[in-house]
């Protein structure tokens, strides 16, 4: 039973998988693409089936966020799987991977079927599940990694906590090897981050708080690669946030191993000073760090050094976010505001479209193995209409996700989604 | 800090003039009669609660003392919602201390009558730099030019990085002295010369001012015994003869006698300041809530 093809034409189309960059059109049909290119620029002599006119807008495949922390099951007052798709539709964000570290923790078989199910029917956008990879993510006994990637597990994560036991860490991803899925892990030396809650450095020890050295992370980055390297296996080096951390992974790539690494939009963005009066919106795990691990992150993004750029979201409600520095909770909210975060590369360092949206869509799906994130004929029609230049200021008090701790509240964004469609469908639209 | 120096200067002299004539405040000169003045303490405090308080009702004010233990009660809704109580019943001023740095800014978005740090973390205390300041003008005359050791627990010390940038301010030369373990990240960048000896740090230091360490962090996490800090930073009469002939002695209490302090040097009328630096407290806390209540007349 097919629906009537509709054609996107007059835009400009941003295809990661082909390189293409430059004006044209789009024909989906029942929820897949069935061509893209200049030629459909313009409606064919003879179309019959419906035209939209993009009015120049950049066309390009939804992002896919691997990195989401949710608040169901166990929190729903942070965040629900509703509320999570409404804020990833407006957005951009059409596939989300559904961390763990929920309460439960998704280690069980029926989690994941829980998680897959309630999404499907909850969400606007899609919701994918990442299962434990220890259980409990106590970093103790590995979780079923087999049965869990059997019932639909995206990939495995391990929330923020990094697996402190080498031994553990090296089973858990020499097991994940026969089932091909990708495991994430949070680089991180627990001990020299002990009770840290912003970058170490001058500004920490102005403000009298307590650092956390970019050296907590970089030890983390060698151990895990020494481990991946040991053990084989599929590792995401998860939320890098240290200019240190690169040339350990840069090393590990040439030598050919399976690792790759993200980066959250709000390392890409800001940095340590936008903390500046005690700010807890800007208290994040890892923490914001200089002005030059900014800005080198932001390189090795372009570059695909690091693989992928994610949200990082973690909604917090106020009472969480409304305390003394040391005492808020470590998080962002930032579906919403990962494209025009990270189109601050695109505006102020001139980053190609084409290498962020690689990072942003076409780097996680095959990462995945998913089907989406490209612009291929037979792809799911996961497309978001995008105002590049429009200007804006976030205000935390105007996003659609059920927390608004944005480290952006106030800031000046340029770049909104207009028209969000997941499968076909339009999911989400904004008024000019 | 966000005083210029020329504020600072004010405050100062504002403050000589409460210390050398403290009684005729009491009879003719209520500039916060009928004002309300609240101490929200959430840690203990002795010394700062009581000069707020005295200062506060020898200038007219009626005083409220509210010592919060934090153990108590979950601590950061403590905050914000004692606030929004006290609020609730416009309080005129604000005295608040409170263990996590920032808290008093977080505070001061929260109220809407004047808030006055009294030391808020690791973060600053500025009435005791104020007061600090007071007590070297007093007993050497000018700010300008002295030079002013602080010893020993930099890192944690909120009377340090407010004292840092206080005296800086007014024309001082600062040197920080401590175990490398108890110096913050980036103190290189203060402004001040950092030194890990007293040797090397204290000659020809004017006056210099030691800092509490508290014990929790002296069994081997940041220095590996009392007597190994003692002996290398403790001061002593012979650690005090390193400095300039005469050099005066101050600390911000309360004092760990035979730990970072010697009782011969602490109890000494004629290096120590440590007594006069009380005196100051009261003086320097009348002048700035002085200057607060003007403040709040003119915005209603």
Known sequence: MKGPPQLICNVRLLDPASGYDGPGGLLHQDGLILDAGPSLFHAPAGFTGEVMDGHGLLLAPGLIDMRVVLGEPGAEHRETFKSAGRAAAAGGVTTLIAQPNTDPVIDDVSLVDFVLRRAAARSCVRILPAAALTKGLRGEAMAEIGLLAEAGAAMFAHGDAPILDSQVLRRALSYAKTFGLLCAHRPQDAYLAKGGVMHAGEFAGRLGLRGIPAAAETIGVMRDLAVAELAGGRLLLDMLSAEASLAPLARAKDKGLRVHASVSVHHLALNELDIGDYRTFSKLSPPLRREDDRLALGEALVSGLIDVVVSGHDPHPAENKRLPFDEAAFGAAALETLLPGLLRLHHSQGAPLLALWQAAALRPAQLLGLAQGRLTPGAPADLILVDLDAPFRCQAEQLLSKSRNTPFDDQLLQGQVRRTLCGGKTVFEREM | ?300
């Open chain 2, 1 to 300: 800090m966000d005083l210029d120096s020329f504020e600072a200067q004010a405050l100062l002299d504002r403050a000589d003039v409460f210390l050398t004539a403290p009684q005729i405040s009491v009879e003719n000169f209520l500039p916060l009669r009928g004002r309300t003045l609240i101490n929200l303490f959430f840690e203990n405090s002795t010394r700062t609660q009581s000069s707020f308080e005295i200062a506060g009702k020898r200038l007219g004010a009626h005083v409220m003392n509210m010592a919060i233990a934090a153990s108590s009660l979950a601590k950061g809704e403590t905050l914000i919602d004692t606030a929004a109580t006290l609020n609730a019943m416009s309080p005129d001023l604000l005295v608040v201390r409170h263990g996590s740095s920032g808290a008093a800014q977080l505070l001061a978005r929260k109220v809407s009558c004047a808030v006055i740090n009294a030391g808020d973390g690791q973060h600053e205390h500025p009435t005791q730099a104020l007061l600090d300041a007071l007590t070297i003008r007093r007993a050497l005359g000018r700010i300008e030019g002295v030079c002013v050791a602080i010893c020993g627990d930099v890192l944690h010390s909120r009377v340090a990085r407010s004292n840092v940038s206080l005296l800086q301010m007014l024309g001082a030369q600062v040197r920080l002295i401590g175990p490398p373990t108890l110096m913050p990240a980036g103190v290189e960048q203060w402004g001040a010369s950092v030194h890990y000896s007293m040797r090397e740090g204290l000659p020809g230091a004017d006056v210099v001012m030691m800092l509490r360490l508290q014990r929790e962090r002296m069994e081997g996490a940041f220095v590996p015994s009392q007597r190994e800090f003692f002996w290398f930073y403790g001061l002593d009469p012979e650690k005090l003869a390193l400095a300039k002939p005469g050099a005066l002695v101050m600390h911000p209490g309360p004092m760990n006698r035979g730990i970072e302090i010697d009782s011969t040097v602490a109890d000494d009328p004629a290096v120590s300041l440590i007594e006069r630096q009380v005196g100051a407290g009261v003086a320097l806390r009348s002048a700035v809530l002085e200057a607060l209540a003007g403040q709040a007349s003119v915005s209603r």
